[in-house]
């Protein structure tokens, strides 16, 4: 009689239900025991993407800038460091839920080998999941994660937003939104169904709640249409029809866009917004998606009988699109003058040339604008981008 098939650390684990119902701390002690590693820590981004937050032990936050725990963070990539002692190693793996970054985990253990290796990138990728999940009703992920009391406005619009960043083999879309704890009218908005990528910027009139307000309906009316299969054009009229009904004394600025994964086809509705920009190997494609002015979205009585227009380009593989808030070119550099539009595509196309990951350029832009003015801004400034990369690049 041939011997039973031994069943694997990780399919233990998981075939008991009481570890994945289990607090963090009490599921990364109770995988690590029975994947044989020594000891793990999870780390978890702030909000702003400045530090690590240890949410599974009792340690040190580390900087994402100017630690090899950043450096896997950044990278997405993992890192092995030596202790001073040398009888132990640690290794950072990259805490990644699909596209999105999540932090990072330390893996910590008296010898490195490949099955050390391959069982922490398990672990890592369990672990990912798991705090997706548990951040959606787990207060304290949150507490941890921020630095400082956040605004009422703030608040109602960040319990609206999706990931930073979402993307599978064709395409990545991410973003980024400050000041973090003080937005009031700016948020973006992307989603992936079937082979469309649907991504949006708002920008509502005011930096007060009722600013925030107007954003909202706007979000939830292009969701709920998007949702019944409403084209684009549709969408941003279920929008405006939303914004004048239950909201008519406010008016927002946006840019909607779908693209199609296949065929890299873009189409896009710019309602008195600031328009997309194109970057087509690391050029800025100038005046490419410059379309006539348009009213702000709850605005119809200024469209008089003419629909709103609908734009189509065509993309090129690795071709990258920015939409923005103006609270992003009007923004003041270190010397006192304004970002630009000129300045902001050269530090994107820069940042590209580098082959750093999508997420990273955009974080480290944002970091380069708050930087330049002590942390505080005069406006909103939000900035979603997102790259078509078709199956032959993949």
């Avoid at 956040?150 to 619009?157: A, Q």
């Avoid at 920015?322 to 006192?336: I, S």
Wanted: hydrophobic fraction near 40%; glycine fraction near 6%.
């Amino acid at each position: 009689m041939s011997p039973q098939p031994q069943e694997e650390p990780l399919e233990v684990f998981l075939a008991d239900r009481r570890n994945l119902t289990a607090d963090l701390s009490t599921a990364v002690a109770r995988c690590s025991k029975a994947l044989g590693l020594q000891h793990a820590v999870v780390y978890l981004a702030d909000l702003q993407q400045r530090h690590l937050v240890p949410l599974t032990d009792v340690t040190s936050t580390l900087p994402i800038d100017g630690s090899l725990a950043g450096w896997a963070y950044r990278t997405e990539s993992l890192r092995v460091e030596e202790s001073e002692t040398g009888d132990v190693v640690t290794v950072w793996f990259p805490l990644l839920d699909g596209a999105e970054r999540l932090g990072v985990l330390a893996v910590h253990t008296s010898a490195l080998t490949a099955t050390t290796l391959v069982r922490g990138k398990a672990l890592a990728g369990l672990l990912a999941m798991m705090t997706t999940s548990k951040r959606t009703y787990k207060d304290t992920f949150v507490q941890r994660t921020r630095t400082e009391a956040m605004e009422l406005p703030s608040e109602m619009l960040r319990a609206f937003l999706p990931p930073r960043t979402i993307g599978n083999a064709r395409v990545v879309s991410t973003a980024v939104l400050e000041p973090a704890y003080s937005i009031g009218g700016d948020a973006f908005d992307h989603a992936l169904t079937g082979s469309m990528l649907h991504a949006s910027v708002f920008d509502a009139m005011g930096h007060d709640l009722a600013s925030g307000l107007t954003t909202a309906v706007a979000l939830a009316a292009c969701r709920n249409a998007r949702r019944t299969g409403v084209d684009l054009p549709g969408l941003v009229e279920c929008v405006d029809d939303a914004l004048t009904q239950w909201l008519p004394d406010q008016f927002c600025t946006a840019v909607l866009t779908q693209l199609d994964l296949e065929k890299g086809v873009l189409r896009w509705s710019n309602c008195g917004h600031p328009p997309p920009l194109l970057i087509r190997d690391q050029q800025l494609i100038a005046d490419a998606m410059v379309g006539e002015p348009e009213a702000p979205m709850g605005l119809v009585t200024l469209l008089a009988a003419r629909p709103r227009r609908t734009h189509t380009l065509q993309l090129e593989p690795g071709d990258r699109v920015l939409l923005y808030t103006d609270g992003v070119t009007e923004a003041r550099t270190h010397d006192g003058s304004l970002m630009g539009l000129e300045r902001f595509a050269d530090y994107v196309i820069r940042a590209t040339a580098t082959g750093e990951p999508a997420p990273e350029t955009l974080r480290r832009l944002i970091h380069s604008i708050l930087d330049s003015q002590d942390n505080s801004l005069r406006d909103d400034a939000t900035i979603l981008m997102f790259e078509w990369q078709p199956a032959q690049r993949r």
